[in-house]
C-alpha cells in the first residue's frame, strides 16, 4: 500500500473555514444562551423552597450559561470539520497539509480557558461565602449567613436506618419527624450514631454528611410552607435506600403548637435521655478478630 | 543461548504437567487451605479439620494470601528467584517458550503478556457489565422488587469494584504492555517478569473479589468507606484483599513502564519524538506509581481495624471516619485519571493516521497530559465537599478541580486542530475516537457543576454525579478501548478485523450509551439518590428508560463479543501488516511480530506524525545488530 502519495500543494484550499465556524458558531451561542438562560435556568434544581435552595437556582443558570457556548463551539466545529473534510473515498490516503502549530490558537486558547475557569470558580466562591449554599461545612463553619447567632438549632441525628432530631433550643427534645417554621433562619446540626450517613433535603438545597462523632454545620432559611424529602445520600449498609422520610415547613403558629405537643411527649421520657451534647459516641458496632 | 528443542508436539496430559495456570489453581486453593488452617491452629481454640470451626477474620484473611501465594508459585514465579539463588544463569526460556500453553504461564514475552491482559481484563469487564444489568433490572420499579437488600448492595459494589479496579490496568495492561516497547524500539520491557507478575496478581485479585458472594457480600460500594467498613461481614475482607492486590498491580505496572520509557527508548528517540500514546502512558503510570501504594496502605489500615482491633477509623475510640475518607480519595483523584489520561492519549495518536497530518500541537499535548496528571493530585477534597471536613478549603478545591479543566483542553485543542483541514476516514477505530470528544465533552461540562461547591450540594451523591463520571470512564475510557481493539488487534494477532460489523457495533453502543446515561443527568437534577434501591414514583418512567436502554448497551457488548471471537478464532482473515496506513513504528514491523521485536534495533530520526512532509520515515533499522535480551 502507498503510504506517502502525493501530498495535497499547501495552500490550495483558500475557503475560509475559520471564519465560517467563528460566525456560525457566534450566531448560536447568541442565539441559545438567553434561551438557555431563561427557558432552562428557572427548572434547574433544586427549586426555590429555601434561600440556599434559590441561590444554587441561581448558581445553576449561570453555571448552564456559561457552558452552553463551549457546547455550542464543539458542535459547529465538528459539524464543520467532520462534513467538510470528509475524505473522498478516491483520495483517502492523501495526506493533509502539514500545520504543526499555531501560536496564536494555543496562546487565545490558553487565556480564553484560563479566563473561564477563574471567573467560574471566582464566582463559585461568592455565591458559597454569601450563606453557605446549604451544604454541610463542618464544626467550625466558614460561610456563616449574618445573624447566626439567634438561630433555630436543629439537631438532626442519623443511625442505621433512621433520621431523628433534636431541638436544643426547646429543652433538647427528641423528635421523629422534622418539622421548621417558615421564613426562619435554621441551622442544621448534623451528626451520626454509627456509621456516615448524608442529609439530603432536595428542595431545601441541604447535603450535610453525618459522621460518627462531628458536628457537620449547615444553614438553611426557609421560606413558605410546605412538605419536602429527606433522603440518605451517603451508602450506609443494608436499608440505606429506606431510609426517607418527609419533613415540614409549617407556619409559625402551627409550629408553636407542634413543639409543645412534642415536648409534653417527651416530658414523660426525658430522663432516660442523654443529655444534648454536639456528638455522642455509643459503643461502635464493631465486628472481627 | 537457550539451543534446547522445544517439543512442541507432547501428549496434551503432559503438557498440563508444569508450572502453569492449571498448577497455579491447584497450589492456589492448596494455599488457601493451608492459610485457613493454620491461622486455626494460631488463634482459634479448638481445631477440627472436619466438624465446624470457629471462624475469625484472621484466617479468611490468611487463607486468601496463602491462595494468592500458592497461585503464583504454581505459575511459577518463585523458579526464577530460586535458580538465581542456587548459581543458575538467567534464561530465555520463559519468553521463548512456544504455542497456545504461554498465554496459561508465566510468560515474559511483553507481547503474550498484551494479549493475556486483553482477555483477562475483557473477562472481568464483562463480569462488571452484567452487574449492571442486574442494577437496572432491580430499578426497573421504585420499590425494592428483584434481590435482597443486601445482594443488590453487594452487586453494586462489585461492579463499581470491578470497573474500578480491574480496567486501571484497561489500557496500559493489554496496549502499553503491548506496544511501548514497539514504540519506543526496545526488545522488552524493563522488568519483564514484573510485566508477568502485574497480570496474574491482577486475576488473582478479581477472582477473589468474585468470591465475596461466599461470605456475604459487602455493603459499602466500590469506595469502602469507613466506619461501614468495620461494621460489614467476611465479604469485606475480599474487597480489601481484592483492591489491595489491585494497588499492587497497579504499582508495579506504573513502575515498569516509567523505567520502561525512560530508560530504553532507542537512539534518536527524544522526548520530542516519543509517541504521544507513550507520554499518554508515562503520565498514567507516574500517578499509577504514586498513587496505588496510598490505596494499598490505606486498606491496610481497614484491614488492620477489621482483623486485629486497631482503631484507625473508629471515632469512639479516638479513630476518624475522615481519615479514611482523605486517604481514599488521595488515591481515588488520580485513580480516576488513570483511567481518564489514556484516553486522551489513545484519541490523539490515532487522529494523525485518520485525518492524515501530523500531531497539532506536540508540546501543548504533553503539556496537557502532564499537567492533568500533577493536577489531579490537588483536587480530591472536591469528593467531599459536604462531609464537613475542611470547610474552609472548600473554596481552594474549587479552583483546583476547575483549573484542571485548561490541561484537559489541551487534548481538546490538540486533537481539533489535528481534524482541521484534514483528510477524515470514518474507519472504526476513528469513529470511537470522534465519540470520545462528544462523551468527554458532556463529562467535562457536567463535572463543572460538580465541582462548583454551591451545585455540588445537590449534585453530590446523586444520579448526576454517577451519569458524569460514567460518561467521563465509559465514555472517555471504555470507548477509546475499543478504538485501541480495533486499531491494534489486527497487528496483535494478524487477523483482520471487519469494518462493518464493527462500525454496527460503534453506532449499537454510541446510541445505547447516550441514551443510557444522559437521561441519568435529569434523574439526579430531579433528585434521586445513587445507590438507593427506592426511588420516587414519579422517576420511574426515565428509569425504565435508562434500564431498557442499558439492557441494549449491554447487548451491543454481547454484539461485540460474539463477533470478536468468531472473527478470531473462525474467520480468521488474514491483516496486512500496516492496515491503516500509519507511519508508527509498530505497524512497519512484520505481523505477527517476531519474539524479539527487532533484528537491528531502530535509529529515530523524528516523530511518528509525518503526514504531509515527505516519505522519509521516521526511522530506519541502523541501530545493534540482533542479540537477544
Ligand atoms: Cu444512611
Given at each position: 500500500m502507498a503510504t506517502h502519495p502525493t501530498t495535497a500543494?499547501?495552500?490550495?484550499?483558500?475557503?475560509p473555514h475559520g471564519r465560517r465556524v467563528i460566525v456560525a458558531w457566534l450566531v448560536l451561542s447568541i442565539v441559545a444562551t438567553p434561551l438557555v438562560a431563561i427557558f432552562l435556568g428557572p427548572i434547574l434544581p433544586p427549586g426555590n423552597a429555601s434561600v440556599q435552595g434559590s441561590g444554587q437556582v441561581v448558581d445553576n443558570t449561570v453555571l448552564t450559561a456559561t457552558i452552553t457556548p463551549v457546547f455550542c463551539l464543539l458542535l459547529v466545529f465538528f459539524v464543520y470539520v467532520l462534513t467538510r473534510f470528509r475524505a473522498a473515498p478516491a483520495t483517502a490516503l492523501e495526506d493533509g497539509p502539514?500545520?504543526?502549530?499555531h501560536n496564536g490558537i494555543q496562546v487565545t486558547w490558553i487565556v480564553v480557558t484560563t479566563v473561564v475557569v477563574l471567573s467560574l470558580a471566582g464566582f463559585g466562591t461568592f455565591e458559597l461565602l454569601q450563606n453557605g449554599s446549604g451544604g454541610g461545612q463542618g464544626p467550625s463553619p466558614v460561610a456563616v449567613p449574618a445573624g447566626a447567632d439567634h438561630m433555630m438549632q436543629v439537631q438532626v441525628i442519623g443511625q442505621q436506618w433512621n433520621w431523628t432530631y433534636r431541638y436544643p433550643g426547646y429543652g433538647g427534645i427528641e423528635t421523629q419527624d422534622l418539622y421548621l417554621p417558615e421564613n426562619t433562619y435554621v441551622v442544621l446540626n448534623v451528626t451520626s450514631l454509627d456509621v456516615i450517613h448524608s442529609f439530603w433535603a432536595y428542595a431545601l438545597g441541604v447535603k450535610a454528611d453525618a459522621n460518627p462523632g462531628v458536628d457537620n454545620v449547615a444553614y438553611l432559611k426557609t421560606k413558605g410552607p410546605r412538605s419536602f424529602e429527606i433522603r440518605c445520600a451517603e451508602l450506609c449498609g443494608l436499608w440505606h435506600g429506606y431510609m426517607y422520610q418527609t419533613g415540614h415547613i409549617v407556619p409559625q403558629s402551627q409550629f408553636a403548637a407542634w413543639i409543645k405537643q412534642q415536648q409534653t411527649l417527651n416530658a414523660s421520657i426525658a430522663r432516660y435521655m442523654p443529655k444534648y451534647s454536639r456528638s455522642y459516641y455509643p459503643d461502635p458496632q464493631r465486628r472481627g478478630g | 543461548m537457550s539451543t534446547m528443542a522445544v517439543d512442541v508436539h507432547p501428549p496434551v496430559w503432559r503438557r498440563l504437567i508444569g508450572f502453569n495456570l492449571l498448577t497455579g489453581v491447584i497450589l492456589g486453593v492448596g494455599g488457601w487451605y493451608v492459610g485457613w488452617f493454620g491461622a486455626h491452629a494460631v488463634v482459634a481454640p479448638s481445631l477440627s479439620f472436619f466438624g465446624d470451626i470457629d471462624f475469625n477474620e484472621l484466617s479468611l484473611v490468611l487463607a486468601y494470601l496463602g491462595g494468592v501465594v500458592g497461585f503464583l508459585t504454581g505459575l511459577g514465579f518463585l523458579n526464577y528467584p530460586l535458580a538465581r539463588l542456587r548459581g543458575y544463569p538467567s534464561s530465555l526460556r520463559e519468553k521463548e517458550t512456544q504455542g497456545v500453553g504461554r498465554y496459561f504461564t508465566l510468560c515474559t514475552d511483553h507481547k503474550v503478556v498484551g494479549i493475556q491482559y486483553l482477555w483477562g481484563i475483557g473477562l472481568f469487564f464483562f463480569i462488571g457489565g452484567l452487574n449492571a444489568m442486574l442494577i437496572r433490572t432491580e430499578l426497573?420499579?421504585?420499590?425494592?422488587?428483584?434481590?435482597p437488600a443486601g445482594t443488590y448492595l453487594t452487586i453494586v459494589g462489585v461492579h463499581g469494584s470491578m470497573m474500578m479496579g480491574m480496567m486501571t490496568s484497561g489500557i496500559l495492561g493489554p496496549f502499553a504492555n503491548y506496544l511501548i516497547p514497539l514504540m519506543i524500539g526496545a526488545r522488552r520491557m524493563a522488568f519483564p517478569r514484573i510485566e508477568a507478575l502485574t497480570f496474574w496478581i491482577l486475576m488473582a485479585a478479581g477472582v477473589i473479589l468474585q468470591t465475596t458472594i461466599f461470605w456475604g457480600g459487602f455493603p459499602t460500594g466500590w469506595t469502602g468507606y469507613e466506619p461501614l467498613n468495620i461494621e460489614a461481614y467476611q465479604g469485606m475482607d475480599c474487597y480489601i484483599l481484592f483492591f489491595a492486590l489491585v494497588g499492587i498491580s497497579m504499582t508495579l505496572l506504573g513502575i515498569n513502564m516509567i523505567v520502561t520509557i525512560v530508560t530504553m527508548r532507542a537512539p534518536g528517540l527524544t522526548w520530542t519524538r516519543l509517541p504521544i500514546f507513550a507520554w499518554g502512558v508515562l503520565s498514567t503510570a507516574i500517578l499509577m506509581a504514586l498513587a496505588a501504594p496510598v490505596l494499598v496502605c490505606t486498606l491496610s489500615l481497614a484491614l488492620f481495624d477489621r482483623v486485629v482491633q486497631t482503631n484507625f477509623f473508629v471515632a469512639a475510640q479516638g479513630g476518624s471516619s475522615y481519615l479514611y475518607e482523605n486517604l481514599f480519595w488521595v488515591f481515588g483523584h488520580p485513580e480516576v485519571y488513570i483511567l481518564a489520561l489514556p484516553g486522551f492519549a489513545i484519541v490523539l495518536e490515532m487522529l494523525p493516521v485518520f485525518a492524515r497530518k501530523p500531531l497539532w500541537g506536540y508540546r501543548l499535548a504533553v503539556a496537557g497530559l502532564l499537567g492533568v496528571s500533577l493536577l489531579s493530585w490537588f483536587v480530591w477534597q472536591h469528593h467531599i465537599f459536604v462531609s464537613g471536613i475542611n470547610g474552609d478549603l472548600r473554596p481552594f478545591y474549587m479552583l483546583s478541580t476547575e483549573l484542571i479543566s485548561i490541561p484537559t483542553g489541551f487534548t481538546f485543542i490538540c486533537g481539533m486542530m489535528t481534524l482541521w483541514r484534514g483528510n477524515i476516514r470514518y474507519t472504526t477505530p476513528m469513529l470511537f475516537c470522534l465519540a470520545w470528544f462528544f462523551n468527554f465533552l458532556l463529562g467535562g461540562l457536567s463535572g463543572v457543576f460538580l465541582s462548583d461547591v454551591p451545585s455540588d450540594v445537590t449534585t453530590h451523591g446523586s444520579f448526576f454525579s454517577m451519569a458524569h463520571f460514567h460518561y467521563t470512564i465509559m465514555g472517555g475510557l471504555v470507548f477509546t478501548f475499543f478504538a485501541a481493539i480495533y486499531y491494534w488487534v489486527p497487528k496483535m494477532t494478524g487477523i483482520q478485523l471487519s469494518e462493518r460489523l464493527g462500525k454496527i457495533h460503534f453506532w449499537w453502543m454510541f446510541l445505547a450509551f447516550n441514551s443510557t446515561f444522559a437521561p441519568l443527568f435529569a434523574i439526579g437534577f430531579l433528585g434521586q439518590p445513587r445507590r438507593a434501591v427506592t426511588y420516587a414514583k414519579s422517576l420511574q418512567f426515565l428509569n425504565d428508560w435508562v434500564s431498557v436502554s442499558a439492557f441494549a448497551l449491554g447487548l451491543s457488548l454481547l454484539f461485540f463479543l460474539a463477533t470478536f471471537v468468531y472473527q478470531l478464532a473462525f474467520v480468521k482473515k488474514p491483516a496486512e501488516a500496516n492496515p491503516w496506513a500509519s507511519r508508527s513504528i509498530e505497524f512497519q514491523l512484520p505481523s505477527p511480530v517476531p519474539v524479539h521485536n527487532f533484528d537491528r534495533i531502530p535509529v529515530f530520526s523524528?516523530?511518528?506524525?509525518?503526514?504531509?512532509?515527505?516519505?522519509?520515515?521516521?526511522?530506519?533499522?541502523?541501530?545493534?545488530p540482533a542479540g537477544r535480551d
Amino acid at each position: 500500500m502507498a503510504t506517502h502519495p502525493t501530498t495535497a500543494a499547501p495552500g490550495a484550499d483558500r475557503a475560509p473555514h475559520g471564519r465560517r465556524v467563528i460566525v456560525a458558531w457566534l450566531v448560536l451561542s447568541i442565539v441559545a444562551t438567553p434561551l438557555v438562560a431563561i427557558f432552562l435556568g428557572p427548572i434547574l434544581p433544586p427549586g426555590n423552597a429555601s434561600v440556599q435552595g434559590s441561590g444554587q437556582v441561581v448558581d445553576n443558570t449561570v453555571l448552564t450559561a456559561t457552558i452552553t457556548p463551549v457546547f455550542c463551539l464543539l458542535l459547529v466545529f465538528f459539524v464543520y470539520v467532520l462534513t467538510r473534510f470528509r475524505a473522498a473515498p478516491a483520495t483517502a490516503l492523501e495526506d493533509g497539509p502539514p500545520l504543526r502549530n499555531h501560536n496564536g490558537i494555543q496562546v487565545t486558547w490558553i487565556v480564553v480557558t484560563t479566563v473561564v475557569v477563574l471567573s467560574l470558580a471566582g464566582f463559585g466562591t461568592f455565591e458559597l461565602l454569601q450563606n453557605g449554599s446549604g451544604g454541610g461545612q463542618g464544626p467550625s463553619p466558614v460561610a456563616v449567613p449574618a445573624g447566626a447567632d439567634h438561630m433555630m438549632q436543629v439537631q438532626v441525628i442519623g443511625q442505621q436506618w433512621n433520621w431523628t432530631y433534636r431541638y436544643p433550643g426547646y429543652g433538647g427534645i427528641e423528635t421523629q419527624d422534622l418539622y421548621l417554621p417558615e421564613n426562619t433562619y435554621v441551622v442544621l446540626n448534623v451528626t451520626s450514631l454509627d456509621v456516615i450517613h448524608s442529609f439530603w433535603a432536595y428542595a431545601l438545597g441541604v447535603k450535610a454528611d453525618a459522621n460518627p462523632g462531628v458536628d457537620n454545620v449547615a444553614y438553611l432559611k426557609t421560606k413558605g410552607p410546605r412538605s419536602f424529602e429527606i433522603r440518605c445520600a451517603e451508602l450506609c449498609g443494608l436499608w440505606h435506600g429506606y431510609m426517607y422520610q418527609t419533613g415540614h415547613i409549617v407556619p409559625q403558629s402551627q409550629f408553636a403548637a407542634w413543639i409543645k405537643q412534642q415536648q409534653t411527649l417527651n416530658a414523660s421520657i426525658a430522663r432516660y435521655m442523654p443529655k444534648y451534647s454536639r456528638s455522642y459516641y455509643p459503643d461502635p458496632q464493631r465486628r472481627g478478630g | 543461548m537457550s539451543t534446547m528443542a522445544v517439543d512442541v508436539h507432547p501428549p496434551v496430559w503432559r503438557r498440563l504437567i508444569g508450572f502453569n495456570l492449571l498448577t497455579g489453581v491447584i497450589l492456589g486453593v492448596g494455599g488457601w487451605y493451608v492459610g485457613w488452617f493454620g491461622a486455626h491452629a494460631v488463634v482459634a481454640p479448638s481445631l477440627s479439620f472436619f466438624g465446624d470451626i470457629d471462624f475469625n477474620e484472621l484466617s479468611l484473611v490468611l487463607a486468601y494470601l496463602g491462595g494468592v501465594v500458592g497461585f503464583l508459585t504454581g505459575l511459577g514465579f518463585l523458579n526464577y528467584p530460586l535458580a538465581r539463588l542456587r548459581g543458575y544463569p538467567s534464561s530465555l526460556r520463559e519468553k521463548e517458550t512456544q504455542g497456545v500453553g504461554r498465554y496459561f504461564t508465566l510468560c515474559t514475552d511483553h507481547k503474550v503478556v498484551g494479549i493475556q491482559y486483553l482477555w483477562g481484563i475483557g473477562l472481568f469487564f464483562f463480569i462488571g457489565g452484567l452487574n449492571a444489568m442486574l442494577i437496572r433490572t432491580e430499578l426497573l420499579r421504585p420499590a425494592h422488587q428483584v434481590f435482597p437488600a443486601g445482594t443488590y448492595l453487594t452487586i453494586v459494589g462489585v461492579h463499581g469494584s470491578m470497573m474500578m479496579g480491574m480496567m486501571t490496568s484497561g489500557i496500559l495492561g493489554p496496549f502499553a504492555n503491548y506496544l511501548i516497547p514497539l514504540m519506543i524500539g526496545a526488545r522488552r520491557m524493563a522488568f519483564p517478569r514484573i510485566e508477568a507478575l502485574t497480570f496474574w496478581i491482577l486475576m488473582a485479585a478479581g477472582v477473589i473479589l468474585q468470591t465475596t458472594i461466599f461470605w456475604g457480600g459487602f455493603p459499602t460500594g466500590w469506595t469502602g468507606y469507613e466506619p461501614l467498613n468495620i461494621e460489614a461481614y467476611q465479604g469485606m475482607d475480599c474487597y480489601i484483599l481484592f483492591f489491595a492486590l489491585v494497588g499492587i498491580s497497579m504499582t508495579l505496572l506504573g513502575i515498569n513502564m516509567i523505567v520502561t520509557i525512560v530508560t530504553m527508548r532507542a537512539p534518536g528517540l527524544t522526548w520530542t519524538r516519543l509517541p504521544i500514546f507513550a507520554w499518554g502512558v508515562l503520565s498514567t503510570a507516574i500517578l499509577m506509581a504514586l498513587a496505588a501504594p496510598v490505596l494499598v496502605c490505606t486498606l491496610s489500615l481497614a484491614l488492620f481495624d477489621r482483623v486485629v482491633q486497631t482503631n484507625f477509623f473508629v471515632a469512639a475510640q479516638g479513630g476518624s471516619s475522615y481519615l479514611y475518607e482523605n486517604l481514599f480519595w488521595v488515591f481515588g483523584h488520580p485513580e480516576v485519571y488513570i483511567l481518564a489520561l489514556p484516553g486522551f492519549a489513545i484519541v490523539l495518536e490515532m487522529l494523525p493516521v485518520f485525518a492524515r497530518k501530523p500531531l497539532w500541537g506536540y508540546r501543548l499535548a504533553v503539556a496537557g497530559l502532564l499537567g492533568v496528571s500533577l493536577l489531579s493530585w490537588f483536587v480530591w477534597q472536591h469528593h467531599i465537599f459536604v462531609s464537613g471536613i475542611n470547610g474552609d478549603l472548600r473554596p481552594f478545591y474549587m479552583l483546583s478541580t476547575e483549573l484542571i479543566s485548561i490541561p484537559t483542553g489541551f487534548t481538546f485543542i490538540c486533537g481539533m486542530m489535528t481534524l482541521w483541514r484534514g483528510n477524515i476516514r470514518y474507519t472504526t477505530p476513528m469513529l470511537f475516537c470522534l465519540a470520545w470528544f462528544f462523551n468527554f465533552l458532556l463529562g467535562g461540562l457536567s463535572g463543572v457543576f460538580l465541582s462548583d461547591v454551591p451545585s455540588d450540594v445537590t449534585t453530590h451523591g446523586s444520579f448526576f454525579s454517577m451519569a458524569h463520571f460514567h460518561y467521563t470512564i465509559m465514555g472517555g475510557l471504555v470507548f477509546t478501548f475499543f478504538a485501541a481493539i480495533y486499531y491494534w488487534v489486527p497487528k496483535m494477532t494478524g487477523i483482520q478485523l471487519s469494518e462493518r460489523l464493527g462500525k454496527i457495533h460503534f453506532w449499537w453502543m454510541f446510541l445505547a450509551f447516550n441514551s443510557t446515561f444522559a437521561p441519568l443527568f435529569a434523574i439526579g437534577f430531579l433528585g434521586q439518590p445513587r445507590r438507593a434501591v427506592t426511588y420516587a414514583k414519579s422517576l420511574q418512567f426515565l428509569n425504565d428508560w435508562v434500564s431498557v436502554s442499558a439492557f441494549a448497551l449491554g447487548l451491543s457488548l454481547l454484539f461485540f463479543l460474539a463477533t470478536f471471537v468468531y472473527q478470531l478464532a473462525f474467520v480468521k482473515k488474514p491483516a496486512e501488516a500496516n492496515p491503516w496506513a500509519s507511519r508508527s513504528i509498530e505497524f512497519q514491523l512484520p505481523s505477527p511480530v517476531p519474539v524479539h521485536n527487532f533484528d537491528r534495533i531502530p535509529v529515530f530520526s523524528s516523530d511518528p506524525y509525518g503526514y504531509g512532509e515527505g516519505p522519509a520515515p521516521s526511522w530506519t533499522p541502523a541501530g545493534a545488530p540482533a542479540g537477544r535480551d
